[in-house]
């Protein structure tokens, strides 16, 4: 099934947009569920440790979509290309200006503003980088990564500096993955700035409380480049195991060349390698530099194949094809084709998984020239087919959300949109007014995103603004009735 955006729909919302954010107006379709529990957030990137992106807590589902307005909205010095996390009534969310912002989720007020310090120029776009991922926030200490490759631990209530660590030397070193935080460790993913010749990405582990390193675990040998490690890790705790995929190498070095194009599942203590899947599968001479790897990050999900239980671990790649791995293994169970490859095609944004459903951003932008589209695919998660495609009207390079049944997702056409989880059919929208490239967090009924791109193309629509919408326009869950099974 395809849902299309009418110009009916987009003058309406649109009309209510410029009205002051106050009567956003969403064209809704009947499916209505039960309203679910509160939750107290979306702390980390991928929402939790497996990296859904989903939550079935939020009080925000198709039962309560039509009653999502405008909270507030907060203009920030800057591009987001992170993902806001939510605890404890605040998001944050930091900018392309080098400032991490901590602000209230009722009211948009600004609780404290935390300066890096570190702004590095990025080489093709001639604009400074800041902060480009996500934070994480873990027993009263926000952490996050900016572009000098420095990661920050900040009091969640001051936004003071607890300790800040540089963890790695190599020149052009950034970070542009996000923090996730397991026990008392904090691991995160380090890439170049702009993918530098003779750069080697990896993984580090920290202590939690004091920003020493635990461990780091490069990608390919020295002697090789590339594996830039942009993409979020999920953590299954219980097998011990951290999963993150890494992004091609950027010379054709001869074998033997490590991990360039691949998903990669380290032991938590030691870094060790579990198991590699290169993808394609097999290898070849030379390291392949082609950028068709991972930007997006993994998610870790449950399907019942053949009749019995399996522990997956899911990820799309920006050669358009979406991998469902066995979590012990790496072997492959189901591989989907979801979208061409290309400029920025493929998977850059991350996928969210509920119900037995992935829902995928993709962008089908064969030449830069060209033109570009995107969309969002419903993948049954057993088996990978197709079950719902929405179109967008641009690149769908960020990264969706699930709320209980509906799934949210905002991309370059500037318009978030809220889809059935189980049919695909548009619920909602409701036009921003600027393009948006990072993602979107859902708590205590709460929707944060931010609409603020960088003009890297002509249809792209600069913006710099965070927004927050609330059921009912105010923050606060409706009364709790049982969630969906």
């Known amino acids: 099934m395809v849902s299309r955006i009418n110009r009916r729909q987009l003058t309406t919302a649109s009309l209510a947009l410029a009205a002051g954010l106050s009567g956003i107006t969403w064209i809704r379709a009947q499916e209505a569920t039960p309203v679910p529990q509160r939750t107290?957030?979306?702390?980390?990137?991928?929402?939790?440790?497996?990296?859904?992106?989903?939550?079935?807590?939020?009080?925000i589902s198709s039962a309560t979509i039509d009653s999502l307005t405008a909270l507030w909205q907060v203009d920030v010095g800057g591009p987001v290309s992170a993902t806001p996390v939510i605890s404890d009534g605040v998001a944050f969310i930091g900018s392309y200006d080098g400032t991490l912002y901590a602000l209230d989720l009722v009211s948009g007020e600004t609780r404290w503003s935390y300066a890096s310090g570190s702004p590095v120029q990025e080489p093709n776009?001639?604009?400074?980088?800041?902060?480009?991922?996500?934070?994480?926030?873990?027993?009263?200490?926000?952490?996050?990564?900016?572009?000098?490759?420095?990661?920050?631990?900040?009091?969640?209530?001051?936004?003071?500096?607890?300790?800040?660590?540089?963890?790695?030397?190599?020149?052009?070193?950034?970070?542009?993955?996000?923090?996730?935080?397991?026990?008392?460790?904090?691991?995160?993913?380090?890439?170049?700035?702009?993918?530098?010749?003779?750069f080697r990405g990896s993984v580090v582990a920290l202590d939690a409380g004091s920003g020493e390193i635990v461990w780091q675990r490069y990608m390919v040998p020295e002697g090789a480049d590339g594996a830039g490690v942009f993409a979020v890790p999920a953590i299954d705790t219980t097998r011990g195991l951290l999963y993150v995929g890494t992004?091609?190498?950027?010379?054709?070095?001869?074998?033997?060349?490590?991990?360039?194009?691949?998903?990669?599942?380290?032991?938590?203590?030691?870094?060790?390698?579990?198991?590699?899947?290169?993808?394609?599968?097999?290898?070849?001479?030379?390291?392949?530099?082609?950028?068709?790897?991972?930007?997006?990050?993994?998610?870790?999900f449950s399907a019942r194949i053949d009749g019995r239980q399996r522990d997956l671990i899911g990820e799309g790649q920006k050669s358009g094809d979406y991998w469902a791995l066995d979590?012990?293994?790496?072997?492959?169970?189901?591989?989907?084709?979801?979208?061409?490859?290309?400029?920025?095609?493929?998977?850059?944004?991350?996928?969210?998984?509920?119900?037995?459903?992935?829902?995928?951003?993709?962008?089908?932008?064969?030449?830069?020239?060209?033109?570009?589209?995107?969309?969002?695919?419903?993948?049954?998660?057993?088996?990978?087919?197709?079950?719902?495609?929405?179109?967008?009207?641009?690149?769908?390079?960020?990264?969706?959300?699930?709320?209980d049944d509906i799934v949210m997702h905002a991309g370059i056409d500037g318009i978030l949109h809220a889809y059935a989880l189980r049919s695909g059919k548009e619920l909602g929208l409701a036009d921003l007014g600027a393009s948006v490239s990072g993602g979107i967090?859902?708590?205590?009924?709460?929707?944060?995103?931010?609409?603020?791109?960088?003009?890297?193309?002509?249809?792209?629509?600069?913006?710099?603004?965070?927004?927050?919408?609330?059921v009912n326009g105010s923050a606060g869950t409706p009364e709790a009735t049982p969630a969906l099974p």
């Open 327 to 403: 979590r012990d293994t790496g072997e492959v169970v189901w591989q989907a084709k979801v979208s061409p490859s290309g400029f920025l095609g493929g998977m850059e944004g991350s996928s969210a998984v509920a119900n037995g459903i992935i829902a995928v951003p993709a962008t089908d932008w064969p030449e830069f020239d060209g033109p570009a589209k995107g969309l969002v695919t419903g993948l049954d998660a057993a088996t990978g087919k197709t079950v719902w495609t929405a179109e967008q009207t641009a690149p769908a390079a960020s990264p969706a959300a699930i709320a």
């Open 247 to 300: 992004q091609n190498a950027y010379s054709p070095n001869p074998a033997p060349y490590g991990n360039p194009t691949s998903i990669v599942a380290l032991d938590l203590e030691r870094g060790d390698i579990a198991w590699v899947f290169n993808a394609p599968p097999g290898g070849g001479a030379k390291a392949p530099t082609d950028d068709v790897a991972f930007s997006a990050s993994p998610n870790l």
């Open 40 to 59: 107290s957030g979306w702390p980390l990137y991928g929402h939790d440790l497996l990296g859904d992106r989903a939550t079935t807590t939020s009080g």
């Open 125 to 198: 776009l001639k604009i400074p980088l800041g902060i480009t991922g996500s934070a994480a926030v873990g027993d009263n200490v926000v952490y996050v990564g900016d572009s000098a490759a420095v990661v920050h631990a900040i009091d969640r209530t001051t936004g003071e500096a607890r300790w800040t660590k540089k963890i790695d030397d190599q020149p052009q070193a950034s970070i542009w993955s996000s923090p996730v935080i397991a026990g008392n460790t904090v691991f995160v993913g380090v890439a170049s700035v702009a993918k530098e010749v003779g």
């Open 441 to 470: 967090a859902i708590a205590d009924g709460v929707v944060v995103l931010a609409a603020a791109t960088p003009a890297f193309a002509p249809f792209v629509k600069p913006g710099h603004t965070i927004y927050a919408f609330a």
